[in-house]
């Protein structure tokens, strides 16, 4: 196994504070490592994009970090602790470390800005001993490589399909060569065939510059294909960790079989689709024990009143539920 | 250009409509000059003034509406606006080019500096929010509701009298003579203050409102977690990505107010009895003086309708979705 590059420690998350407050995010630990795709699964409200918002302070009011450690390995130097930067610090860090894409394609772009004003504005940024030229070249470069004619430069972003908007996104977090790419189901929002050729030019432009990727979807099957390693996420906890061929292959976390059952195998014999009956937990009034319980087809006696931990197994993967762990 | 110059036949267009209302309008005003007069003398002219009264307006000539019309046309082409019945024999544009400038100065200025300081602080106030600068909002919510002319009033009755700075009517000191002098600037600029604040107090507040409610939207928009995400500093995510997007409806709305500088303070001039074209207009509407409301309407109609057309550019220039190609 290679070097970690982020390590998420104990994350808690939640929205407002008090009585009134709900855990988004509960005691996650997650570990990404150097060129790896880290795919991030889960329903509606498990609580996938407040870890990765969480993981890099982006959360904005009433979101608050309650405890927790997210320590970042940079390419030289000593680890640290994201949380505790100053706020000089965490600019620093942003984008040139950790840069991400957002689900909304279609608002990620500030509409009165020209593209290439938005490119070379993180490189005024961030690099501010580049003369303008250089900046636009890099932009330039950077708007090639995610095959955008360069000469879109000047266009803004009205003028651009969803596909392109997102390819310039993407091209925007690989201007600065980050360590991580943080994708929030970047193409959620684009249509089957431009999800295809976005995530294909993705991973080839991973191959490329080798930066780590944490992929965040509620689409398990674009992450068996795309990802090295799946964490699953259910009511704010990672419910199971596993290499990307051993959930597909064998899920051990019932709610990990649900989701596989959730959508169609490509080859292979047709079977029923079963789905996950039931819906995903209020996060205020989250069930005792596993919170997976209620809707478990498998839940005995301990489930109700006891919360299984996340334990790592010998072959490389680790689970919370009780059917399993002892 | 083509998008411009249709917008430009708009107007001409409408211009052409509001001239065409404004000749109609006063005509149907039940009552004409002589009337009034007969009235304002109680009855205590003999009816040979009556006639002569009727020869000297050149009311006694029963032309016909539509030849009215024409020479009404005519006349504009020419600049001639008529000749004032209150103030006979002076001319109707003498009238307004003598009122116009303590309007244009009072009115303009104070919307100017209106505009800048609302806008300047609703965007502190929305960027920051949920600090001190949100007890400014139930102020300005009180303030941007009350009528200009009430706080006039209010404003006479406790800061004039016969010991106080400010006087409580007319543009300048009586006994002085129009000029640029140090006699008269002084005493000019000290007979506006009352009135200007009295403006500004009140519609401050709404450049505050609208400006700190769409900075409150546009905070919420997914480029400007993009634009933190990129490790801007918050000065710059604020003005180029917050405030940019949040300008837009304001810069229109101010626009428009340009184009009610000229007559949507009546009640301010009446108030304080300010020689401008508001205090005119109230007057020529007491004596049914056609001529002076008509010349007072086209100049109000055409301010509006530039004021329209700058409104128009000025979006053009901001916001990029509003260009049209070719």
Same mark, same amino acid.
């Given at each position: ?326 | ?78 600049? !001639?606006? %008529? &000749?004032?019945?209150? #103030? ?7 009238? /307004?080019?003598? $009122? =116009? ?71 300048? !000191?009586? %006994? &002085?003579?129009?000029? #640029? ?7 000019? /600029?000290?007979? $506006? =203050? ?133």
């Amino acid at each position: 196994m290679s070097q970690p590059v982020i390590e998420i420690r104990n994350l808690n998350v939640g929205y407002g504070l008090g009585d009134q407050g709900v855990r988004a995010v509960r005691d996650v630990n997650l570990t990404l490592h150097r060129g790896e795709v880290l795919g991030l699964a889960g329903e509606s409200g498990s609580g996938k994009s407040t870890l990765a918002y969480g993981m890099t302070r982006l959360l904005a009011p009433p979101g608050v970090i309650t405890g927790g450690e997210v320590i970042y390995h940079p390419e030289q130097g000593d680890p640290y602790d994201v949380l505790s930067l100053s706020d000089s610090q965490l600019r620093k860090f942003r984008w040139n470390e950790t840069a991400i894409v957002f689900q909304g394609a279609m608002n990620s772009l500030n509409p009165v800005h020209k593209i290439a004003t938005q490119l070379t504005d993180v490189l005024k940024a961030h690099e501010p001993k580049m003369s303008e030229t250089q900046r636009n070249a890099r932009a330039r470069e950077m708007l090639k490589l995610v095959g955008i004619a360069p000469d879109r430069m000047d266009a803004y972003p009205h003028q651009l399909s969803g596909g392109m908007r997102q390819r310039v996104m993407i091209g925007m977090a690989l201007i600065l060569q980050p360590q991580v790419v943080i994708m929030d189901e970047p193409t959620t929002a684009l249509d089957v065939v431009m999800q295809r050729q976005i995530l294909g030019q993705l991973i080839e432009l991973r191959e490329r510059l080798g930066f780590s990727v944490i992929f965040i979807t509620h689409d398990l099957s674009l992450l068996v294909e795309f990802s090295n390693r799946i964490a699953i996420m259910y009511g704010g906890r990672i419910v199971e960790e596993a290499p990307a061929s051993a959930i597909y292959r064998d899920a051990l976390h019932p709610y990990s079989k649900g989701l596989l059952g959730s959508f169609p195998a490509l080859k292979g014999p047709r079977r029923e689709l079963t789905g996950i009956p039931g819906s995903p937990p209020d996060l205020k009034g989250m069930p005792s024990g596993c919170s997976f319980h209620p809707r478990c087809p498998k839940a005995f006696d301990p489930c109700g009143s006891e919360i299984p931990m996340l334990e790592n197994r010998p072959d490389n993967r680790s689970v919370a539920c009780w059917l399993v762990n002892s | 250009m083509k998008y411009f110059l249709q917008r430009l036949a708009f107007y001409l267009f409408t211009a052409w409509a509001a001239i065409t209302l404004n000749f109609f309008i006063p005509r149907m005003i039940p009552g004409d000059p002589v009337q009034a007069l007969i009235t304002k003398y109680q009855g205590q002219l003999s009816s040979q003034a009556i006639d002569s009264l009727y020869v000297l307006f050149g009311l006694d000539k029963d032309a016909g509406l539509w030849s009215e019309y024409v020479s009404y046309w005519k006349q504009l082409f020419s600049g !001639d606006l %008529g &000749l004032s019945f209150t #103030f006979f024999p002076t001319p109707v544009s003498e009238i /307004i080019s003598n $009122s =116009l400038p303590w309007t244009l100065l009072l009115v303009g200025i104070t919307t100017i500096i209106s505009f800048f300081l609302g806008t300047g602080l609703g965007i502190l106030a929305g960027w920051r929010r949920g600090s001190w600068t949100d007890g400014l909002l139930p102020v300005t919510t009180f303030l941007s509701s009350v009528p200009y002319f009430w706080l006039g009033i209010i404003a006479i009755y406790l800061l004039t009298g016969p010991d106080s700075f400010f006087p409580s009517s007319g543009g300048f !000191d009586n %006994g &002085l003579v129009p000029a #640029f002098d140090q006699y008269f600037i002084p005493s000019a /600029i000290q007979h $506006s =203050l009352l009135p200007a604040l009295t403006i500004l107090i009140s519609s401050v507040s709404g450049w505050i409102l609208s400006m700190r409610n769409m900075m409150v939207t546009v905070s919420s928009e997914d480029y400007i977690t993009v634009a933190h995400a990129k490790g801007l500093t918050d000065r710059r995510v604020a003005m180029s990505y917050a405030a940019r997007n949040a300008l837009l409806p304001n810069v229109s709305g101010f626009a428009l107010s340009l184009g009610f500088i000229v007559g949507g303070t009546l009640l301010v001039e009446i108030v304080f009895s300010y020689p401008g074209v508001g205090f005119q207009l109230f007057q020529a509407l007491g004596a049914s003086d056609y001529p002076l409301m008509q010349g007072i309407f086209l100049i109000i109609t055409i301010s509006v309708l530039v004021a329209n057309l700058l409104a128009d550019i000025a979006y053009l220039l901001l916001d990029p979705r509003t260009r049209k190609e070719g």
